[in-house]
């Protein structure tokens, strides 16, 4: 089989999980370098409970740095592998729309897919939730953004 067969299986197979759980329901937490940086800050000073955030992401780089080349993570629309030198744009963190999710999956876009969706401008976060919906409806043909405004996480301050 392919790398991108697998990519692409592997995936579907993790968005089925998720599905299962929530009936569909998903919510994506989208966070870009500028986002990160105010996580991490918001979480050291207590201000934000979403140590789980940071500590996916970091996973998340992390096994893209180790990652032999075949099995590195992709960029979720067009499939380019991730490199220590090029990491993703923008990290989506995607998990069943449910009070305690038991599981998610991690998910990155590269710089060409992230502009493409309007990434960095304006309101960016609804442009990648709407590229990544016909991946979710690829599994779940009725998958639908829990509330659209939950595209990043509930940061003190934002409005
Ligand atoms: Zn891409």
Redesign the pocket.
């Known amino acids: 089989m392919s790398e991108l067969a697998e990519f692409a299986q592997e995936l579907d197979r993790a968005l089925d999980d998720l599905g299962h759980e929530s009936g569909g329901a998903f919510c994506i937490v989208l966070v870009d370098r500028v986002e990160a940086r105010r996580l991490i800050k918001a979480v050291l000073t207590g201000a934000l409970d979403r140590l789980y955030v940071i500590q996916a992401i970091d996973s998340f780089i992390k096994r893209i740095g180790t990652a032999s080349r075949r099995l590195a993570p992709r ?1 979720v ?4 592998p991730f490199r220590p030198g090029k990491l993703p744009t923008v990290i989506a963190i995607i998990a069943g729309y449910i009070d305690a999710p038991s599981t998610g999956v991690m998910a990155g ?2 710089k ?2 992230a502009r493409r969706a309007g990434w960095p401008v304006g309101d960016w976060r609804r442009g990648l939730g709407a590229a990544l919906l016909p991946e979710l409806r690829h599994i779940w043909p009725d998958a639908r953004l829990a509330d659209p405004m939950q595209l990043c996480c509930d940061m003190p301050g934002r409005a």
Not at 77 to 80: A, F, G, P, Q
């Open positions: 960029c629309l067009c499939s380019k876009f590269c060409i897919c």
